[in-house]
């Protein structure tokens, strides 16, 4: 089975605008998770969406936010970019049951300048 | 306060060495803890733990837990220049069907040759 993928691996944005990170989870799985790494903080979940319907949030602001589409495929937009959005962002997708776990992607690397 | 702390936060050691990673959590709806290893970009799978006292073997990891105080170890035998990662630990917070991982901050380990 091919790994979770996303796009694009890097990116570069100023201030102020916005971007559109995207995630194809492994062929099966239903649930997407995101998580924003940085050094200061670690790894932190943002969301997850299971189903076309997000399941979960976690607490970041409201310029964060994602979606899911009828094949498992997943995207989170950032609004507003601010320097501190300079992270890692990682995916994971889930096959669900109580023996299955989450399998990361890649991430994106995104550096606001 | 951070819910899954990870000690120590580095650690350097020799080949050869044994090693032992700490992770402590505090969470409400607790259904199991993984170990992920980190080396490059994305974290990579090692351990999911949800009964106490039952030790997870593969290769020179294992790994334990310890529901009644909260903690997990992930010790490392015999330790390899390959080894050289940040290790983290993720506490899964099941609310409703909803899946959730809280990471602690990791734990970075050296091994030098």
């Known amino acids: 089975k091919a790994g979770v993928t996303q796009t694009p691996r890097y990116l570069i944005k100023t201030r102020g605008q916005q971007v559109t990170l995207s995630c194809s989870p492994i062929s099966g799985h239903r649930s997407v998770s995101w998580y924003q790494q940085t050094p200061g903080q670690g790894l932190q979940f943002l969301f997850e969406?299971?189903?076309?319907?997000?399941?979960n949030k976690g607490n970041f602001p409201g310029r964060f936010s994602g979606r899911q589409f009828s094949n498992s495929r997943s995207e989170m937009n950032v609004s507003t970019l601010e320097l501190g959005d300079s992270a890692l962002y990682l995916c994971?997708?889930?096959?669900?049951?109580?023996?299955?776990?989450?399998?990361f992607g890649p991430g994106t690397r995104l550096t606001v300048l | 306060e951070d819910k899954v702390v990870q000690s120590p936060l580095s650690l350097v050691v020799h080949e050869g060495d044994t090693v032992t990673l700490n992770c402590s959590y505090e969470?409400?709806?607790?259904?199991?803890l993984l170990w992920y290893k980190q080396e490059k970009k994305a974290p990579t799978f090692l351990f999911m733990l949800t009964s106490s006292g039952i030790e997870k073997k593969s290769g020179r990891l294992s790994s334990i837990l310890d529901k009644k105080e909260l903690s997990s170890i992930l010790n490392i035998t015999a330790t390899q220049t390959g080894d050289s990662a940040i290790y983290l630990c993720?506490?899964?917070?099941?609310?409703?069907?909803?899946?959730?991982?809280?990471f602690g901050k990791g734990t970075k380990l050296t091994v030098n040759p």
């Open positions: 993720a506490v899964d917070e099941r609310e409703g069907g909803s899946e959730k991982l809280v």
């Open positions: 969470v409400t709806n607790f259904r199991s």
């Open positions: 994971a997708s889930n096959g669900q049951g109580r023996k299955n776990t989450q399998y």
């Open positions: 969406y299971f189903s076309e319907t997000q399941r």
